[in-house]
């Protein structure tokens, strides 16, 4: 009997997990063989390589081929533990002689099958390893002489290297070899491991002198690691999680920066715990990096957002307030809404807000329709806001807002806001008058540099005096 001539066959699928699965299929039928799947099952929970799996598989096919001829419900017999017996399996053989043919078209001699390594006594002892099974016994070894312990092999009975697995501890441990039979040998008869009787002694002996937390003044412990807080066991956080006989140490910033930012807090993510476990930032798909000073920003961002100034936020984080602007993490749209309260309170300086202010004495409904219409667009800057949309009105300034040459006379321009609760405005403001005073200096009197040097400080100095609270330190 040719390959082709098998009714039954394999098909190749993925499960959810990504892994490779076969199932034997009935040809031109959607009929699969349940019994199959579950041993392919058990193989993949084994960690079985792929190869291996559908080779035992493909090897089914020709059993169930002969099964079906001869009306079997070889599925049926194999669920319930029935089998067959062994006038069918040898049947099965003399199937396997007289009818299979080799790829060059000869039959089988005995000697081949031979070489399959069955024979009579394997297939007596497969059918008491059968009736074993069938009546919830321990299965015989080949020669009858003591139960086999190959159910070592399932990846559900405990064994040595699952025990040193899960406490994470590495390292040669045969002594305690004969304590894991015993309770594999439990598990799979059903029965609880009985609880041994405390031994002091022996607990004493074997218990680990681990460094201890706190020490009084005569060098005695006060507090141990498994009674303090923050307190880890040496080496939990490393990628494998091996625990040495070192003990405990202390949960400190840089034992989380590690752990969180990488070496060092270096935010590189081939090292901390987000490439570990693979967590993935939502916006990009790649790994999540982290660094230690977005816990600062976030924190500055938080008494931001709960109304403290820039001054106070920086007072708080121990910031300079000229720089505590770096720290805000607000978005375009929370910027917005402060930058429109600010010329609401009178905080702001610049066209926009003296419009506002002219339109808020005679009608506030159209005054705000004005400052929202005028703030849909605006650019930060150093030195202030700029509200004209940069995208579909060029600047005709060229991003010179103290001179506005559009103008009659040449005054600040028309769509700079300047808060004067940025205290880092204020000083930048301060540091370009302080810049004209010495172009001013260096300048000759009847120079265009001179002039528009001129302009510009005169009309630096007009929003400087014009920026209401300054005296008293207001800073947003």
């Known amino acids: 009997m040719g390959h082709e001539r098998k009714t039954w066959r394999v ?7 990504g892994q490779a699965c076969y199932l ?11 019994a199959v799947g579950i041993y392919e099952a058990h193989l993949r929970s084994a960690r079985k ?24 419900d070889l599925d049926a017999r194999l669920l319930t533990g029935a089998g067959l017996s062994v006038p069918e399996i040898r049947g099965f053989l003399h199937w396997l002689l007289n009818v299979h043919q080799t790829k060059s078209g000869a039959a089988l001699s005995a ?13 007596l002892h497969l059918l008491a390893m059968q009736r074993a099974a069938v009546n919830g016994e321990l299965p015989v070894s080949v020669y009858g002489l003591h139960p086999i312990t190959s159910y070592h092999k399932d990846s559900r009975v405990v064994t040595v290297a699952a025990v040193l697995r899960n406490l994470r501890i590495s390292g040669r441990h045969t002594h305690i070899q004969p304590l894991v039979d015993q309770a594999a040998a439990h598990q799979v008869n059903g029965t609880i491991y009985p609880e041994p009787d405390f031994d002091s002694t022996l607990e004493k002996s074997y218990q680990f002198d681990s460094k201890g937390i706190v020490y009084d003044r005569d060098n005695q412990r006060i507090l141990e690691p498994w009674d303090a807080l923050f307190v880890i066991e040496d080496r939990t956080l490393t990628p494998k999680g091996i625990l040495t006989p070192k003990g405990y140490k202390n949960v400190t910033q840089g034992v989380l920066s590690n752990a969180l930012c990488g070496h060092h807090g270096s935010g590189k993510a081939n090292d901390s715990l987000f490439k570990r476990y693979d967590i993935r930032d939502p916006r990009t798909g790649e790994v999540a990096k982290f660094t230690s000073n977005q816990l600062r920003q976030w924190l500055n961002t938080m008494y931001l957002r709960g109304g403290l100034t820039h001054e106070q936020a920086a007072l708080v984080m121990g910031h300079d307030p000229g720089t505590n602007a770096q720290y805000d993490q607000r978005d375009y749209f929370e910027r917005e809404l402060l930058l429109q309260q600010s010329v609401r309170d009178g905080y702001a300086v610049g066209h926009v807000a003296d419009v506002y202010i002219s339109l808020a004495d005679h009608d506030l409904q159209e005054a705000e329709a004005f400052l929202v219409a ?16 940069l995208k579909l009105d060029p600047c005709p300034n060229h991003l010179a807002c103290f001179v506005d040459h559009s103008s009659a006379q040449p005054d600040v321009c028309a769509h700079l806001v300047v808060d004067s609760r940025h205290p880092q405005v204020i000083e930048h403001l301060n540091a ?3 810049q004209q005073d010495l172009m001013l200096s260096m300048l000759p009197v009847t120079s265009p540099q001179h002039g528009h040097a001129s302009l510009v400080r005169r009309n630096i100095q007009h929003i400087l005096t014009a920026l209401p609270h300054l005296e008293a330190g207001h800073g947003q």
């Open 11 to 17: 098909a190749a699928l993925i499960d959810r997990a």
């Open 24 to 34: 034997l299929v009935k040809n031109q039928s959607p009929r699969v063989s349940v």
């Open 49 to 72: 390589p792929p190869n291996t799996r559908r080779n035992i598989v493909t090897e089914c096919a020709y059993l169930y081929t002969w099964a079906e001829a001869r009306q079997i």
């Open 111 to 123: 000697a081949t099958v031979g070489n399959m390594g069955t024979d009579n006594r394997k297939v």
């Open 374 to 389: 005028s703030m849909r667009q605006y650019s930060i800057m150093p030195h202030g806001a700029c509200v004209r949309d």
């Open 432 to 434: 370009l008058s302080r």
